[in-house]
């Protein structure tokens, strides 16, 4: 008996619509053949796709909880319940993204780099995104002025140190005395600084991007307005090709005309879409509680009680189908998006993000209405649609 999974008949996401289906052979967690395979009797485990499209796995960088679980709940439960919630979106990796609290214990940074690589029964825990504290305290959005402090070399080495060499990515705002000097030491550390939560004018953006920052944290939000004489970070980052860019596709962070514009402006290579997740996400429309505050999920946006938007309760899957009816963009640009951006972005391309021989096993099947039917995470089946679901 042969181990591993054998897909048949599924259809790449960017093949030609006149192309046959195709199996992929996976072993060992990796891809290791794709074309017309013979599925014969001495193979342990067939999924028939049935016609269906296969993608690469999601991989949401900015995700702060999940089914009932936030990543401050410093509890592996907690990894587990998001982890899992993620997979029925498609979502294959993740970083756990939060906050970091000065002069407290921070547990929850140490577990989350405990628990990087770990098999938590669904989506991959790549390591973590930290919002803050280096970031400006009028544009602090949703993070409680406790999360934030100025920049301070001692305390990024003590961050560094607790995380253990799994931090990814850490938003600040570089206008901040000694932003330059932190954004170098993240770049340093080969961790990917990405603007945000900021009130940077234009120069001050441009100095950040020279000091090493490469990616921005929710575009749009947390930062400057464009005003025909003040053009802020948003000119600056819309002209630097290589800067990459998060997206919230719901429709209510940004508005539909203006993701439009967005994706016709920034192009399928430099948009990097992200849910924003709450604990919501995943469940039903309530009453929550973030960071000690409570808020309200309502029609898969969660906001304060005084307004204040404060993430999504929307899977990937989900934000994907949304970027695709508010920008016109076809279904190949949209994977691109969700898939090989992020895999680029944390330096993952030669093991994740496309459906290709060599890589790891992290693909999604999508109905014909592009729900996702099974996610599969290093070639095991981690979620997969009854046939009375509805996600």
Partial sequence: ????????????????????????LIENGIITEIGQIDASSDRDNVLDAQGRIVTPGFIDVHIQGAGGADVLDATGEALEAISQTCARFGTTSFLATTVFKPNQANEHLALAAEYTGRDLGGANLLGIHLEGPFISPENRGMILPECI??????????????????????TIAPELADGAAIIQSLVDSNVVASFGHSGATYEQTLKGFDAGI???????????????????????IFETARITAQLIADGVHIHPPVLKFTFEALGPDRIVPITDGMQALGLADGKYVYNGIEYESRDGTAR??????????????????????????????AIKMAAENPARLLGLEDRKGSVAVGKDADLVLLDPDRLVHATIVAGSIVFKKSSSSTT
Avoid: W
């Fill in 1 to 24: 008996m042969k181990q591993g999974l054998l897909i048949t008949n599924c259809r790449l996401f960017n093949a030609r619509e006149d192309e046959q289906t195709n199996s992929i």
């Fill in 214 to 236: 490469s990616h921005v944290t929710h575009l749009f939000n947390a930062m400057p307005s464009i005003h025909h004489r003040c053009p802020g970070p948003l000119i600056a």
């Fill in 304 to 333: 304060y009680k005084d307004g204040t938007l404060i993430g999504t309760a929307l899977g990937l899957s989900q934000l994907l189908d949304k970027l695709i009816t508010f920008t016109d963009c076809p279904l190949d640009a």
């Fill in 149 to 170: 402090c100025p920049p301070s070399a001692q305390l990024l080495d003590e961050i560094l140190d607790m995380t253990k060499g799994h931090l990814k990515i850490m």
